[in-house]
């Protein structure tokens, strides 16, 4: 084991909840995750990455601004974690920070994640890692989804398995069994949580649908449930990748302009149909040997999601079962990632984000 084996993730998604920061240790081709520390974003900041979404006036300087802003909480959210205690901070070798996403355009060839690496370095007295998504992207790939390396490591098993990771979006990775010779597949499948958050805010006034009560109110209604899922980005082959820029409350009433005529808890309902109808198709046209589903993500802890997925004949388990906790998958990824950039190890799969090679991901910020 080397002095400097452990390297901290950190997260924040597209669900805009706050960031997380999973330490892990990497020794002879295993992993060991030490701790985890977690800040909300106060609803000040959720406002301010909402709004930046949208092309909107004086974008740069508040770009600048929220960046700055980002990088204080991912400092402080890092800092919580080694006050811990857990492990020592001299045997940590650098952080690995993904960053808030605010565009992503693989078509138009950029990503932008927010993020001063410069202060949380700063902050930290850390090295730190940013910018991991653009290199695969210079290499022609999505830049995204990165996790399914990862998966692939920590998760592949005896049979065909899929992982879906459910945050604001979703998206799965395709894991061949064990000594199979085909390729892992993976890319975003549809919205996960986003859209089940937006109708809470606007109908609940809370940020999200604590344990789906306000779905289990409502009835699915198919026709709206097939008019959302008739939208091309359901069918359009891989690679794929996607942001909340596209999966909002304007792709909803634009599909469907009638929305204010329905019951908000049956669009609730219907809205949970769709994230699972995404994933299922994903699945099931993508990998039809597919036997089990290991979940992760803030949609494990919504019951008629986990439910409504069991009903596609597929065994449907949290990812705790294989021994990581949902909630620490994508920090661990990208705690994974870092480990992998400074040994000078490609971090993407070229079969999923059709990057036309292997590239190192990421970019240095000493301490
Ligand atoms: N108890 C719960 N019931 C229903 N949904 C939940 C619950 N806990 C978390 N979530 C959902 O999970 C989301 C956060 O998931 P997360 O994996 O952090 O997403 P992201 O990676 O996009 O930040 C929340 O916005 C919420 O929609
Ligand atoms: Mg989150």
Same mark, same amino acid.
């Given at each position: $084991? &080397?002095?400097?084996?452990?390297?901290?993730?950190?997260?924040? %998604?597209?669900?805009?909840? +706050?960031?997380? *920061?999973? *330490?892990?240790?990497?020794?002879?081709?295993? $992993?060991?995750?030490?701790?985890?520390?977690?800040?909300?974003?106060?609803?000040?900041?959720?406002?301010?990455? &909402?709004?930046?979404? /949208?092309?909107?006036?004086?974008?740069? =300087?508040? /770009?600048?601004?929220?960046?700055? =802003?980002? /990088?204080?909480?991912?400092?402080?959210?890092?800092?919580?974690?080694?006050?811990? %205690?857990? !492990?020592?901070?001299? =045997?940590?070798?650098? *952080?690995?920070?993904? %960053?808030?996403?605010?565009?992503?355009?693989?078509? @138009? +060839?950029?990503?932008?994640?927010?993020?001063?690496?410069?202060?949380?370095?700063?902050?930290?007295?850390?090295?730190?890692i940013a910018d991991l998504r653009s290199r695969d992207m210079a290499a022609g790939?999505? +830049?995204?989804?990165?996790?399914?390396?990862?998966? @692939?490591?920590? !998760?592949?098993?005896?049979?065909?398995?899929?992982?879906?990771?459910? +945050?604001?979006? *979703?998206?799965?990775?395709?894991?061949?069994?064990?000594?199979?010779? /085909?390729p892992v597949l993976g890319f975003d499948c549809g919205p996960g949580n986003t859209l089940l958050d937006v109708w809470t805010q606007r109908h609940c006034g809370q940020s999200f649908d604590r344990d789906a009560a306000f779905a289990q109110k409502g009835v699915v209604v198919e026709k709206l449930l097939n008019v959302l899922m008739a939208d091309e980005y359901f069918v359009r082959p891989a690679p794929k990748s996607t942001g909340r820029e596209y999966f909002n409350e304007a792709w909803l009433l634009n599909r469907f302009p009638a929305l204010s005529t329905l019951k908000p808890e049956d669009v609730q309902r219907t809205l949970v149909e769709v994230t699972v109808a995404g994933i299922i198709r994903a699945v099931k046209q993508t990998a039809p040997e597919t036997q089990e589903l290991y979940v992760c993500g803030g949609g494990v802890f919504n019951p008629l999601i986990m439910q409504s997925l069991s009903q596609s004949g597929l065994t449907v388990q949290s990812t705790s079962v294989l021994g990581l906790d949902p909630m620490l998958v994508e920090a661990a990824a990208f705690a994974w990632l870092g480990y992998r950039f400074i040994n000078k190890k490609a971090g993407n799969l070229p079969a999923v984000t059709h990057a036309s090679g292997l590239r190192i991901l990421g970019a240095l910020y000493p301490a």
């Open positions: $084991m &080397t002095a400097k084996s452990i390297f901290i993730g950190v997260m924040s %998604g597209t669900s805009l909840d +706050g960031v997380d *920061a999973v *330490a892990c240790r990497f020794f002879d081709g295993d $992993m060991q995750v030490l701790g985890h520390s977690y800040r909300p974003y106060p609803q000040t900041l959720k406002d301010k990455l &909402t709004a930046i979404l /949208a092309p909107g006036h004086n974008e740069i =300087e508040r /770009a600048g601004a929220l960046s700055l =802003e980002l /990088a204080t909480l991912y400092a402080q959210t890092i800092n919580d974690l080694v006050s811990e %205690g857990l !492990f020592s901070v001299d =045997e940590v070798r650098a *952080a690995a920070v993904h %960053g808030q996403t605010v565009r992503h355009c693989p078509q @138009a +060839g950029f990503t932008v994640q927010l993020n001063n690496p410069a202060l949380v370095a700063e902050l930290t007295g850390l090295d730190v790939g999505q +830049g995204a989804p990165l996790v399914p390396a990862f998966h @692939a490591e920590r !998760f592949t098993g005896n049979v065909e398995r899929a992982i879906v990771n459910i +945050g604001g979006i *979703a998206n799965v990775t395709l894991l061949p069994a064990l000594g199979s010779q /085909a």
